[in-house]
């Protein structure tokens, strides 16, 4: 007991390092625990993988082979340790021939697609650089019909990484996120995303699932690193220093867009069984002595283009992957040009919001729906253009919709919500609806 009584008079005598310790234990506490619940989560995943790699398959096919495009930069250089943990044991356990491919620098992985043999799956583990660059990459070969209708799976390890909010439920567990993400791909359950083709003065066009932006608060949202300093406040830093420069901030610029189109019925999965030989005769012998019937010529409709100019302190061109709807009739790009009135103190606040939802239509900004668009910038244009978080030089450019063009893996659970029927509901942008007949270094759309 006289030890006892001893040992709290020690505390109160030396209060403050108890303080200290206290807190540190508590901290060293907490940190175990959440390393132990990662390894549990682990354990599960790699244990629900070896399910799937422990299914026999018959003895004519040959196991599936994936390729994994893997950017080691992503996430502050932690890419390559958070896939070698998270995500490489349940793909090696899951039974599939895994090739790693791991970019050097930025571009790499559109040179490697071009060089790129056949291949069951492609992985992408990045953010959303490492997407485009590999989507692109793919798009731009010669025999991109055949290579663009293999499915490709994402495992999110970038510091922006969109697409997972499409493709996988939310987790604030990083570990969980990958985790799911990796098992997605097991599953075998994929959804068709739109992807647009933006062609500028170069001959090789770009290729984005997310969007293309241009404006003030894009601009101001590539420096907001540059005031690390200043902690939870470098967001309205950045938008604030950026007011001082030069305001009102308006861009200018002439766009031509056509409107939506019908979407097509989708193609059967399986092909129909061939018909028997007496059919297939009796069908050559009908058309070979049917009289040849008159062609009607038909007349071309012409493309009902819609022209305007625009004044506006930020112009975004994005997909509907981010709301993906897979029962919509109507393929359509969005195109939402937001008012160049703006208060400054506006202009700070909806910088923050769009930090965090980048395709944020706000109050008053006219959303145009169009198939296909036409961007022409008035001549000594400067400033850049974000294509899917990534930095490109501002030029005119001709922006395509390929609806359905990719095929990705998906949680089933995310996929059966998209094919419930559309419920109508409010609109989010309050603005006219017209539905009309991350490198640092600016780059040419090479």
């Not at 310790?21 to 506490?29: E, K, P, R």
């Not at 790699?46 to 018959?58: D, R, T």
């Not at 003895?59 to 994994?68: D, I, R």
């Not at 706000?362 to 000594?380: H, K």
């Amino acid at each position: 007991m006289a030890r006892v009584v001893r040992m709290f008079k020690t505390f109160k005598t030396h209060w403050k390092k108890t303080t200290v310790g206290v807190c540190l234990l508590t901290w060293g506490g907490n940190w175990l625990y959440g390393k132990h619940c990662d390894n549990l989560l682990r354990r599960a995943a790699c244990q629900e993988a070896q399910v799937f790699g422990n299914q026999l398959i018959p003895s004519n096919m040959q196991v599936k082979k994936a390729t994994v495009f893997l950017n080691p930069a992503a996430c502050k250089g932690k890419a390559r340790n958070l896939f070698e943990k998270n995500a490489a044991p349940i793909l090696h356990l899951s039974g599939l021939d895994i090739t790693i491919v791991k970019t050097d620098y930025e571009g790499q992985a559109k040179k490697l697609l071009e060089l790129m043999e056949n291949t069951d799956l492609i992985i992408i583990a990045g953010g959303d650089g490492t997407v485009q660059e590999v989507i692109t990459g793919l798009l731009r070969r010669a025999d991109e019909a055949t290579f663009s209708k293999i499915p490709i799976g994402f495992i999110p390890l970038g510091k922006s990484s969109t697409l997972s909010q499409t493709l996988y439920p939310g987790s604030l567990n990083q570990v969980q996120h990958i985790a799911d993400a990796t098992l997605a791909i097991l599953k075998g359950e994929t959804v068709p995303l739109d992807v647009l083709e933006i062609k500028g003065e170069k001959e090789q066009p770009v290729f984005a699932v997310t969007g293309l932006r241009w404006g003030s608060y894009r601009d101001a949202g590539v420096k907001v690193s540059k005031y690390w300093y200043l902690g939870p406040l470098k967001t309205k830093a950045a938008h604030f220093f950026s007011t001082l420069k030069e305001w009102p901030q308006k861009h200018q610029a002439s766009l031509t867009y056509l409107g939506p189109t019908k979407r097509p019925p989708e193609e059967p999965e399986e092909k129909p069984s061939r018909p028997p030989l007496y059919v297939r005769i009796y069908r050559r012998l009908s058309l070979y002595w049917a009289s040849p019937q008159k062609e009607i010529p038909q007349e071309a409709t012409l493309e009902a283009w819609e022209e305007m100019q625009l004044s506006t302190i930020e112009l975004s061109i994005t997909t509907q992957n981010r709301q993906l709807d897979l029962t919509r009739t109507e393929d359509f790009l969005n195109i939402c040009i937001e008012p160049d009135s703006v208060g400054k103190g506006d202009f700070i606040n909806r910088g923050s919001q769009k930090m965090c939802d980048p395709q944020l239509c706000p109050e008053g900004s006219q959303c145009i729906q169009a198939s296909r668009c036409i961007l022409q910038l008035p001549e000594g244009t400067e400033g850049s253009f974000g294509i899917d978080s990534e930095e490109y030089e501002a030029m005119p450019v001709e922006v395509k919709l390929l609806p359905r063009k990719l095929q990705f893996f998906c949680d089933p659970i995310r996929r059966k919500q998209m094919l419930q029927p559309a419920v109508q509901s409010e609109v989010t942008s309050e603005g006219p609806i017209s539905s009309g007949s991350s490198g640092s270094l600016k780059r040419a759309l090479t």
